[in-house]
């Protein structure tokens, strides 16, 4: 369970990836699995909800500030 403090905003798969210190290509590896959950990736940002489910995931990125608001 994610802390229910933190706030998300939207961001893109370029920040996500930077957040969690990795590839963009090893980001999409990571969440292929999670595909149905997060929903679709439109208007090239994850919304603030898909934000948390990704963090719900993998946890909580090194980089905090880039997803939260």
């Known amino acids: 369970m994610i802390?229910?403090?933190?706030?998300?905003?939207?961001?893109?798969?370029?920040?996500v990836a930077l957040a969690y210190n990795v590839s963009g290509r090893t980001?999409?590896?990571w969440l292929k699995p999670f595909e149905k959950e997060i929903g679709l990736y439109s208007g090239g940002c994850y919304n603030p909800k898909q934000v948390a489910t990704i963090v719900e995931h993998l946890g909580i990125p090194e980089e905090t500030n880039l997803l939260c608001v």
């Open 3 to 15: 802390d229910t403090t933190l706030h998300f905003k939207a961001v893109n798969k370029t920040t």
């Open 27 to 29: 980001l999409n590896k």
